[in-house]
């Protein structure tokens, strides 16, 4: 009886036996559950569970069954998702089946808590950019994700023509926000091989951004900026990390044992006035030790006094670790337990206060100093006597708080303004203390207002600034090993404004970069942009325009393409700062603010137009140097008028720009500079202060005559003199320039297809330096040209012949030794010939140019021959 009754539940229960089997559970791939209780799965058997799943779905397999491919022949295993994998949110929603992407994730506290992974796929099928929008209405917004961003906050704050990280933009109507995220010590690289690698750090560096603007009527707009650069520590909680950055792994893996104060003169040139050093102290914890005596070296002793002028520099030297002893008021008993440790000075005069420890060193171990406090102006009779005391820390932060307004076309009127606070924070490194590490912060302000009106004829201009001369909006960074050189700006420096005179797409200076590659880790250093010459670029194809064939000759001075180039030295532009550059050509190595660090001032012009394109101005800028006591005064008057005259074939410009200067603020530049048969390159320019005291006069004048056509007569003056006044006029003589150039060019097609054009330039050039040592010039050159043109079948191939003759006279008379500038009397014979096709090819538009150039060039001590042959094919797109 008791068989039977086993027997039928057995038989009952075998159906629900295979069907547990085939059961792999109730999955629902919209929701992450977990694994389901299985109701029909509760069979208490003593067999293996076989538990099917994606080979029974794709195959219909079967652990019980024998396998036969008689029939149906082995096929290969094939991923079920054949593409991707299931993604679920943080509450558990079902995202999507694909890819992950991108993934920068900070968890606090855990050791690495600081990720950012990048997939392989985010280069090869998104070229490194993810952009994720929506839009309703009125309202927009985007959330960019990618690798040399161009982001600008404003120019004060954030502006940087590589970025890379987050962005995160909204707007409507009347309200804009942006915000920006990135960890700029190391953004992360892209994977080639692992999905599953990330980026790790424990202590890492931030970058955090937010701006936002508001319409505020009409006319005006309101705008908030706030960015913040900090150090982080993800083994600490997020409470315990903070913005104004904390100090952990080798950063916070010593104690400060040693402390070396700098002082010297802020303005050595002048050799007097400079760091007077009254009395020094060091405080631990707010409790004074003048057991600690500091080890003084350098400077010169005077009436009890030790002073420090032009060169010299005067160190004291404070040993903690050897001096320390608590005394009564300590708390602690060893300077290991130090918090914080104070230096008070007492100085007075031109001083420049810098600072370093036994944990503020370079790559080779050396302590670097970073300056602590300069004086205002450039005292040197002791009335700026003052107590300067501050807290010895390394850097953790870096934030720029500040608001922008602007108004646009009110009634004529327009208005752009921006101030900011800018803060760098630091804290007292003790490996014992990884919480609440003693901060302290520096300030420093930046503004500028700019201001116009415009009432026909009338307008006038206005601006004035300030920049505190520790602004500033760098940021150090560690490596992968957690170090950072404090000397070394281009691997351990982040800005926030870069340097980018030419405005391309590539930063100016040289800075370490990560992202973009494919090691993990990798960190290395951009080179330079070498090719930088802002405002010589107009037609924006990133090549000079002086040199437009890019080679080893600039083309004034190349045969047959100067005729239509001259050199730059013929160039007409304003020149605020004096310092012989024309302002919108200047080169320098700061980052791009509207206005120079430590300069402060004002500038303001009015005039008239008095016909279409031609206008009056008279202005007068005042600035000074807020650190000494330079100054630019200079009172000035601007004349432009034009006249284009059609009817009459004819054409001219005449511009006139008349200084009275007093300037003595060096303004160096790096500029782009190419001589003959060199490649070019950026050189340093330093200013020659030849405006200290003088009346600088720059004279122009273009013209063009067409009515006579097919003969075209073109030419250009320029006349740039500087008159030297009171006491510069007896050290420095009078500096000139005088330059002329006269053209002209006829066409003539004696048969059809034929086609003969001779030219003719005429180039003079005299130039009186400032220093009475250096060489003068006096130059005369007559170049003749003759080239013909042949279609020898139309629109296919071209031959081109042509002959240059050129004429050099030095109208000086040879200094005897000969210096090894002056140019001695020359003739120069070119002569050239070259072969055009125009061809089609695999889509591609094919020019061929093949041809022959012979040049001899007949000196006083015999002839130079040059000789060069091509035969270059160009591709280009239709």
Same mark, same amino acid.
């Given at each position: 009886?008791?068989?039977?009754?086993?027997?039928?539940?057995?038989?009952?229960?075998?159906?629900?036996?295979?069907?547990?089997?085939?059961?792999?559970? #109730?999955?629902? *791939?919209?929701?992450?559950?977990?694994?389901?209780?299985?109701?029909?799965?509760?069979?208490?058997?003593?067999?293996?569970?076989?538990?099917?799943?994606?080979?029974?779905?794709?195959?219909?397999?079967?652990?019980?069954?024998?396998?036969?491919?008689?029939?149906?022949?082995?096929?290969?295993?094939?991923?079920?998702?054949?593409?991707?994998?299931?993604?679920?949110?943080?509450?558990?929603?079902?995202?999507?089946?694909?890819?992950?992407?991108?993934?920068?994730?900070?968890?606090?506290?855990?050791?690495?808590?600081?990720?950012?992974?990048?997939?392989?796929? #985010?280069?090869?099928?998104?070229?490194?950019?993810?952009?994720?929008?929506?839009?309703?209405?009125?309202?927009?917004?985007?959330?960019?994700?990618?690798?040399?961003?161009?982001?600008?906050?404003? *120019?004060?704050?954030?502006?940087?023509?590589?970025?890379?990280?987050?962005?995160?933009?909204?707007?409507?109507?009347?309200?804009?926000?942006?915000?920006?995220?990135?960890?700029?010590?190391?953004?992360?690289?892209?994977?080639?091989?692992?999905?599953?690698?990330?980026?790790? $750090?424990?202590?890492?560096?931030?970058?955090?951004?937010?701006?936002?603007?508001?319409?505020?009527?009409?006319?005006?707009?309101?705008?908030?900026?706030?960015?913040?650069?900090?150090?982080?520590?993800?083994?600490?909680?997020?409470?315990?990390?903070?913005?104004?950055?904390?100090?952990?792994?080798?950063?916070?893996?010593?104690?400060?044992?040693?402390?070396?104060?700098?002082?010297?003169?802020?303005?050595?040139?002048?050799?007097?006035?400079?760091?007077?050093?009254?009395?020094?102290?060091?405080?631990?914890?707010?409790?004074?030790?003048? $057991?600690? /005596?500091?080890?003084?070296?350098?400077?010169?002793?005077?009436?009890?006094?030790?002073?420090?002028?032009?060169?010299?520099?005067?160190?004291?030297?404070?040993?903690?670790?050897?001096?320390?002893?608590?005394?009564?008021?300590?708390?602690?008993?060893?300077?290991?337990?130090?918090?914080?440790?104070?230096?008070?000075?007492?100085?007075?005069?031109?001083?420049?206060?810098?600072?370093?420890?036994?944990?503020?060193?370079?790559?080779?171990?050396?302590?670097?100093?970073?300056?602590?406090?300069?004086?205002?102006?450039?005292?040197?009779?002791?009335?700026?006597?003052?107590?300067?005391?501050?807290?010895?820390?390394?850097?953790?932060?870096?934030?720029?708080?500040?608001?922008?307004?602007?108004?646009? $076309?009110?009634?004529?009127?327009?208005?752009?303004?921006?101030?900011?606070?800018?803060?760098?924070?630091?804290?007292?490194?003790?490996?014992?203390?990884? /919480?609440?590490?003693?901060?302290?912060?520096?300030?420093?302000?930046?503004?500028?207002?700019?201001?116009?009106?415009?009432?026909?004829?009338?307008?006038?201009?206005?601006?004035?600034?300030?920049?505190?001369?520790?602004?500033?909006?760098?940021?150090?960074?560690?490596?992968?090993?957690?170090?950072?050189?404090?000397?070394?700006?281009?691997?351990?420096?982040?800005?926030?404004?870069?340097?980018?005179?030419?405005?391309?797409?590539?930063?100016?200076?040289?800075?370490?970069?990560?992202?973009?590659?494919?090691?993990?880790?990798?960190?290395?250093?951009?080179?330079?942009?070498?090719?930088?010459? *802002?405002?010589?670029?107009?037609?924006?194809?990133?090549?000079?325009?002086?040199?437009?064939?890019?080679?080893?000759?600039?083309?004034?001075?190349?045969?047959?393409?100067?005729?239509?180039?001259?050199?730059?030295?013929?160039?007409?532009?304003?020149?605020?700062?004096?310092?012989?550059?024309?302002?919108?050509?200047?080169?320098?190595?700061?980052?791009?603010?509207?206005?120079?660090?430590?300069?402060?001032?004002?500038?303001?012009?009015?005039?008239?137009?008095?016909?279409?394109?031609?206008?009056?101005?008279?202005?007068?800028?005042?600035?000074?140097?807020?650190?000494?006591?330079?100054?630019?005064?200079?009172?000035?008057?601007?004349?432009?008028?034009?006249?284009?005259?059609?009817?009459?074939? #004819?054409? #001219?410009?005449?511009?006139?720009?008349?200084?009275?200067?007093?300037?003595?603020?060096?303004?160096?530049?790096?500029?782009?500079?190419?001589?003959?048969?060199?490649?070019?390159?950026?050189?340093?320019?330093?200013?020659?202060?030849?405006?200290?005291?003088?009346?600088?006069?720059?004279?122009?004048?273009?013209?063009?005559?067409?009515?006579?056509?097919?003969?075209?007569?073109?030419? /250009?003056?320029?006349?740039?003199?500087?008159?030297?006044?009171?006491?510069?006029?007896?050290?420095?003589?009078?500096?000139?320039?005088?330059?002329?150039?006269?053209?002209?060019?006829?066409?003539?097609?004696?048969?059809?297809?034929?086609?003969?054009?001779?030219?003719?330039?005429?180039?003079?050039?005299?130039?009186?330096?400032?220093? *009475?040592?250096?060489?003068?010039?006096?130059?005369?050159?007559?170049?003749?040209?003759?080239?013909?043109?042949?279609?020898?079948?139309?629109?296919?191939?071209?031959?081109?012949?042509?002959?240059?003759?050129?004429?050099?006279?030095?109208?000086?008379?040879?200094?005897?030794?000969?210096?090894?500038?002056?140019?001695?009397?020359?003739?120069?014979?070119?002569?050239?010939?070259?072969?055009?096709?125009?061809?089609?090819?695999?889509?591609?538009?094919?020019?061929?140019?093949?041809?022959?150039?012979?040049?001899?060039?007949?000196?006083?001590?015999?002839? $130079?021959?040059?000789?060069?042959?091509?035969?270059?094919?160009?591709?280009?797109?239709?």
């Amino acid at each position: 009886m008791n068989k039977a009754i086993w027997s039928f539940v057995l038989l009952a229960l075998l159906p629900l036996q295979l069907k547990a089997d085939l059961q792999s559970g #109730f999955f629902n *791939p919209y929701r992450a559950t977990g694994t389901p209780v299985d109701f029909e799965s509760l069979s208490p058997v003593l067999r293996k569970w076989y538990v099917p799943q994606t080979l029974l779905y794709l195959y219909g397999w079967k652990t019980y069954e024998y396998t036969n491919y008689a029939r149906d022949n082995y096929q290969r295993y094939v991923n079920l998702f054949l593409e991707g994998d299931r993604y679920y949110d943080l509450y558990g929603n079902y995202i999507t089946r694909g890819w992950r992407i991108y993934d920068w994730r900070q968890e606090h506290p855990l050791d690495f808590g600081s990720s950012i992974f990048k997939n392989p796929r #985010f280069n090869s099928w998104f070229n490194r950019v993810l952009i994720s929008s929506a839009a309703k209405g009125q309202f927009y917004t985007a959330l960019t994700v990618g690798e040399q961003l161009r982001t600008t906050l404003t *120019p004060l704050t954030f502006s940087k023509p590589l970025f890379d990280g987050i962005q995160w933009d909204m707007q409507s109507d009347k309200y804009a926000l942006t915000f920006i995220a990135s960890r700029i010590d190391n953004p992360a690289v892209q994977r080639l091989d692992s999905e599953i690698s990330e980026a790790r $750090e424990t202590v890492f560096t931030n970058l955090y951004g937010l701006r936002g603007v508001a319409q505020v009527g009409d006319f005006a707009t309101l705008g908030l900026t706030y960015v913040n650069a900090n150090h982080g520590n993800s083994r600490l909680s997020v409470e315990e990390n903070s913005l104004k950055g904390v100090l952990g792994g080798r950063l916070n893996a010593e104690n400060v044992r040693r402390i070396v104060v700098r002082l010297s003169d802020d303005s050595p040139e002048d050799n007097t006035g400079g760091a007077l050093l009254f009395r020094e102290r060091i405080f631990i914890d707010d409790v004074e030790h003048p $057991e600690i /005596k500091p080890s003084i070296d350098g400077g010169t002793r005077r009436q009890g006094l030790l002073e420090a002028n032009g060169g010299d520099v005067l160190t004291l030297s404070y040993d903690v670790e050897r001096d320390f002893v608590p005394g009564v008021k300590d708390q602690i008993s060893d300077f290991k337990e130090a918090g914080k440790i104070d230096i008070e000075l007492v100085v007075a005069n031109d001083f420049r206060i810098e600072v370093t420890s036994n944990m503020q060193t370079n790559f080779t171990g050396e302590t670097v100093f970073l300056p602590v406090k300069r004086s205002n102006g450039n005292i040197s009779d002791g009335s700026n006597q003052q107590v300067v005391r501050f807290q010895y820390g390394l850097p953790t932060a870096n934030e720029i708080m500040g608001f922008t307004f602007e108004v646009s $076309e009110l009634g004529g009127f327009n208005l752009r303004s921006e101030f900011n606070v800018n803060r760098h924070h630091r804290k007292f490194p003790n490996q014992n203390i990884v /919480k609440r590490q003693a901060l302290a912060s520096d300030r420093a302000e930046a503004f500028y207002v700019t201001a116009s009106r415009l009432s026909y004829p009338w307008f006038a201009y206005g601006e004035a600034f300030s920049m505190d001369p520790n602004y500033g909006t760098s940021m150090v960074i560690p490596d992968q090993r957690g170090f950072i050189d404090y000397e070394d700006e281009l691997n351990f420096a982040y800005e926030f404004v870069d340097d980018n005179d030419d405005q391309d797409r590539f930063p100016d200076w040289r800075r370490r970069v990560t992202g973009g590659g494919f090691v993990p880790g990798q960190q290395t250093t951009r080179a330079a942009d070498v090719e930088v010459f *802002p405002g010589l670029d107009e037609n924006n194809d990133l090549v000079n325009d002086f040199n437009q064939n890019d080679n080893l000759q600039p083309d004034y001075v190349e045969p047959f393409l100067r005729y239509n180039v001259d050199p730059p030295e013929f160039l007409f532009g304003t020149d605020m700062n004096n310092n012989t550059v024309i302002d919108r050509l200047e080169n320098d190595t700061e980052p791009d603010y509207p206005y120079k660090r430590d300069h402060r001032g004002y500038n303001f012009y009015v005039g008239a137009e008095m016909q279409p394109g031609s206008k009056v101005m008279v202005g007068h800028l005042r600035e000074w140097l807020i650190g000494s006591a330079r100054r630019n005064q200079t009172s000035y008057g601007l004349f432009t008028w034009q006249e284009d005259l059609p009817l009459r074939g #004819f054409k #001219f410009r005449f511009m006139e720009f008349l200084r009275l200067a007093n300037d003595d603020i060096p303004d160096a530049l790096i500029q782009w500079v190419q001589s003959p048969f060199s490649a070019g390159g950026l050189q340093d320019v330093q200013d020659r202060l030849i405006a200290q005291n003088t009346m600088i006069n720059t004279s122009y004048l273009d013209f063009a005559i067409h009515r006579l056509r097919p003969l075209n007569v073109s030419g /250009k003056v320029k006349w740039d003199h500087y008159f030297q006044r009171g006491n510069q006029a007896r050290e420095n003589r009078d500096e000139s320039f005088l330059g002329a150039i006269l053209r002209a060019e006829y066409f003539y097609e004696p048969f059809a297809g034929i086609t003969i054009s001779p030219k003719w330039k005429q180039q003079y050039a005299r130039q009186v330096p400032t220093d *009475p040592l250096a060489l003068q010039r006096n130059e005369l050159s007559e170049i003749f040209f003759l080239i013909g043109t042949y279609d020898i079948i139309p629109g296919q191939l071209v031959s081109e012949s042509g002959v240059e003759w050129e004429v050099f006279r030095n109208l000086r008379q040879e200094p005897d030794p000969l210096p090894p500038a002056f140019v001695e009397d020359f003739t120069t014979l070119t002569l050239a010939t070259q072969f055009t096709n125009r061809s089609d090819y695999q889509g591609y538009a094919l020019s061929t140019k093949i041809g022959v150039r012979w040049q001899r060039r007949a000196l006083q001590q015999g002839d $130079e021959t040059n000789f060069l042959t091509f035969v270059t094919i160009f591709a280009g797109l239709r």
